[in-house]
């Protein structure tokens, strides 16, 4: 049987002014294992999440089913939380990892150990987050920039994962020009303070050091810092914590045993691969259990 969780999206997917602020997933099974060790294998990193997070999640507020386009549209911060979340569910809430210092000539390394609730941000209020201006209420920001002696209204959204998708090609080989693309995307419009359209080429240079700081409050969940002081130097450094790299690189790892799993438990129970690989981490290990305890129990008799 499968068991969803209902877990609360930061930022919510906007459908026809309608904010979709939950969704329900499952934890992952064999199959999506499967799936990221062979066919996403070739895919983004943006792509990959989406695919994994199209297989896991069942419900998107009032969306049934989501498909991969609905998965798109959700913002960076919410697949972020999403991902934090299906790793809580498959896996338990207590991540580790290791951090290096970066400080010239230290390169310790850190073990680092923390729970997924200390990386998630408060959910947004629905009256915090319509915004109203010319008529507009939901995803659609409104800011006044004031650059270079003129008056700017600037509207723009969070950026989504379709625009990660569409910017992953670029990204390795030009971040800079990704990171003005994705910017561009995002941009719904600029006007004068009269409401007067303002050439995007003329906006776009000011807004590349205006509007992250904007996006960043309006979708806090996107990027996940963490604070940590060195004990061997002291020195004081932040790092980015990509949730998608380390639940991949996770999942992988894992991914990696799933043959032999299957192979045992088909050989002890005579299911079939889908039945097998149907079943969640957590669910094969313990089947595994108890075949290495009847496997024991033999040996000793």
């Known amino acids: 049987m499968t068991v969803w969780s209902s877990v609360p999206l930061p930022h919510g997917l906007w459908r026809d002014g309608v904010r979709h602020g939950d969704a329900a997933l499952r934890p992952v099974t064999g199959a999506?294992?499967?799936f990221l060790?062979?066919?996403a294998a070739v895919l983004s990193k943006a792509a990959r999440v989406t695919g994994l997070l199209a297989r896991c999640v069942g419900r998107i507020g009032d969306i049934a089913d989501p498909s991969p386009a609905d998965v798109r549209a959700l913002s960076v911060g919410d697949r972020e939380a999403l991902l934090l979340h299906l790793r809580r569910v498959s896996f338990g809430s207590r991540i580790d990892c290791v951090a290096n210092c970066?400080?010239?000539?230290?390169?310790e390394p850190m073990d680092l150990s923390f729970e997924v609730a200390d990386l998630l941000v408060p959910s947004v209020q629905e009256?915090?987050?319509q915004e109203q201006a010319g008529g507009q209420v939901g995803e659609t920001?409104?800011?006044e920039v004031a650059q270079a002696g003129a008056d700017w209204r600037v509207a723009y959204r969070a950026p989504a994962g379709a625009d990660q998708e569409a910017v992953a090609a670029l990204a390795r080989t030009d971040p800079a020009a990704a990171a003005r693309t994705l910017l561009d995307r995002c941009v719904v419009s600029v006007a004068d303070a009269q409401g007067v359209p303002v050439p995007r080429d003329t906006a776009l240079p000011a807004l590349e050091?205006?509007?992250?700081?904007?996006?960043?409050?309006?979708?806090?969940?996107a990027e996940i810092r963490l604070s940590l002081d060195c004990p061997a130097c002291g020195h004081w450094f932040e790092i980015l914590f990509d949730t998608a790299d380390f639940l991949v690189a996770e999942l992988a790892a894992r991914g990696r045993s799933i043959f032999d799993e299957v192979h045992l438990i088909a050989r002890h129970y005579h299911w079939a691969e889908a039945e097998i690989l149907s079943l969640?981490?957590?669910?094969?290990?313990?089947?595994?259990?108890?075949i290495f305890g009847d496997l024991s129990a033999e040996g000793r008799a």
Do not use: I, T
Request: with cysteine; charged share 35%; glycine share 8%.
């Open 280 to 290: 969640s981490a957590g669910r094969r290990r313990r089947y595994l259990s108890l």
């Open 127 to 129: 009256q915090a987050v």
């Open 37 to 39: 060790l062979e066919e």
């Open 209 to 221: 050091r205006l509007l992250p700081e904007l996006m960043s409050r309006r979708d806090p969940q």
């Open 32 to 34: 999506d294992e499967l």
């Open 102 to 107: 970066p400080a010239d000539g230290c390169g």
């Open 141 to 143: 920001a409104v800011a």
